[in-house]
């Protein structure tokens, strides 16, 4: 059966996953994780994406990200993966593959869940235990946005920047959503959407991007258990 395609539109956010094979890890060393973001600001501009927020996991990273052109997010994780692919091989003196398939992805609405995508990206690390707070975990785009440390790889989306007028005024806004946290349900659907590919958001937002799409975009009878994170 061939796979669906993905949803994909220009000028809209989306919710991106690509996880290690076998949940094996991706990143060995911090400078793992230092290279994986060099390559990853270099694509970002090459294909014309920005990047609202976006956490490096041990096995599996998430990105939330809109591009100009719908061809764009597919390039970029296409250029990003093999060139940090190439990297892991040649340092780990390994060979074969380092991902786990496809790349998962789904557009999210930006008036129901954009912010509430930011905060369950950058709280991956609390859930998982790794960190207390997210500000303590140094691999995320928490830093930038809820305290305005400069990432030159951020660019902060519509609904962030009505957060408030000055930067002071929106990291303290964020801040103050950010610790509110997210409802079981939130974080279910924000997980559920992005792994099985379906669009969250309201019945308006739904069916306008099912008409650009000519498609359906609701979840999929389910099937085998979801992965976590």
């Given at each position: 059966?061939?796979?669906?395609p993905?949803f994909?539109?220009?000028?809209?956010?989306?919710?991106?996953i690509?996880?290690?094979?076998?949940?094996?890890?991706i990143?060995?060393?911090?400078r793992?994780?230092?290279?994986?973001?060099?390559?990853?600001?270099?694509?970002l501009?090459?294909?014309?994406?920005?990047l609202?927020?976006?956490v490096?996991?041990?096995?599996?990273i998430?990105?939330l990200?809109?591009?100009?052109?719908p061809?764009?997010?597919?390039?970029?994780?296409?250029?990003?993966?093999?060139?940090?692919?190439?990297?892991?091989n040649r340092a780990q003196g390994?060979?074969?593959?380092?991902?786990?398939?496809?790349?998962?992805?789904?557009?999210?609405?930006s008036?129901?869940y954009?912010?509430a995508?930011y905060r369950?990206?950058e709280?991956?690390?609390?859930?998982?235990g790794?960190?207390?707070r997210?500000?303590?975990y140094?691999?995320?785009?928490?830093a930038?946005?809820a305290?305005?440390a400069?990432?030159?790889?951020v660019?902060?989306h519509?609904?962030?920047?009505?957060?408030g007028e000055?930067?002071?005024?929106?990291?303290?806004a964020y801040?103050?959503h950010f610790?509110?946290?997210?409802?079981p349900?939130?974080?279910d659907?924000?997980r559920?959407s992005?792994?099985?590919g379906w669009?969250p958001?309201?019945?308006?937002?739904?069916q306008?991007?099912a008409?650009?799409?000519?498609?359906?975009?609701?979840?999929?009878?389910?099937?085998?258990p979801?992965?976590?994170?």
């Amino acid at each position: 059966m061939p796979r669906a395609p993905r949803f994909i539109l220009a000028d809209q956010p989306h919710h991106i996953i690509q996880r290690g094979n076998n949940r094996q890890p991706i990143f060995f060393d911090d400078r793992d994780r230092r290279l994986f973001l060099t390559m990853l600001g270099e694509v970002l501009e090459a294909e014309g994406v920005a990047l609202h927020a976006y956490v490096l996991m041990t096995n599996h990273i998430h990105l939330l990200a809109t591009p100009r052109h719908p061809a764009a997010i597919g390039r970029l994780m296409q250029s990003l993966g093999r060139r940090y692919v190439g990297h892991v091989n040649r340092a780990q003196g390994r060979t074969g593959t380092l991902w786990e398939g496809r790349f998962k992805s789904t557009i999210v609405d930006s008036e129901t869940y954009v912010m509430a995508c930011y905060r369950y990206i950058e709280a991956n690390p609390v859930r998982a235990g790794m960190v207390a707070r997210a500000t303590d975990y140094r691999w995320s785009s928490h830093a930038a946005n809820a305290h305005g440390a400069t990432d030159p790889r951020v660019t902060p989306h519509d609904c962030y920047l009505g957060l408030g007028e000055a930067p002071g005024e929106r990291q303290a806004a964020y801040r103050a959503h950010f610790d509110a946290g997210l409802t079981p349900e939130l974080l279910d659907t924000l997980r559920d959407s992005a792994q099985r590919g379906w669009v969250p958001g309201s019945e308006t937002f739904r069916q306008t991007i099912a008409a650009a799409l000519g498609r359906p975009v609701d979840p999929p009878i389910r099937g085998r258990p979801r992965k976590g994170g």
